[in-house]
């Protein structure tokens, strides 16, 4: 019944822009943690972006902070996680999950539920 679905990867030059979309349904957002989370050839998943449930408190990864922004339209709902500046090392696939539990997390093996993912490949 929870399904994610993300959209807007594809290929961008190293410095550019791209904004990913997940849209979700079966559950409302404002009760849900919501992350992004990406995976690139070789390497473990890793959180980039999630909100926490109840609060809204925005955690970001090392690696993306001051380049990416995750937010939501609940009129939409729908989950975005726009970035800025990307480097190569940017390139992986990137899902969106969602879990019930409260209070601050972004680690994939805290979300339970989870998006199939689109692909984002920063490339000269």
């Known amino acids: 019944q929870v399904q994610l679905v993300e959209s807007g990867g594809g290929l961008v030059q190293p410095g550019g822009s791209l904004r990913l979309s997940c849209a979700v349904s079966?559950?409302?957002?404002?009760?849900?943690?919501i992350g992004w989370f990406r995976q690139a050839p070789g390497k473990e998943r890793e959180g980039v972006s999630c909100?926490?449930?109840?609060?809204?408190?925005?955690i970001y990864a090392d690696s993306v902070k001051g380049r990416f922004t995750i937010s939501t339209d609940i009129a939409k709902n729908t989950v975005y996680l726009q970035m800025d500046s990307l480097k190569p090392e940017d390139t992986a696939v990137y899902y969106c999950?969602?879990?019930?539990?409260?209070?601050?997390?972004?680690?994939?093996?805290?979300?339970?539920?989870w998006g199939q993912g689109t692909q984002v490949t920063v490339s000269s």
């Open positions: 079966g559950f409302t957002l404002g009760y849900y943690a």
């Open positions: 999950a969602a879990d019930r539990k409260i209070g601050p997390y972004c680690s994939p093996s805290s979300f339970n539920y």
């Open positions: 909100i926490s449930r109840g609060d809204g408190r925005q």
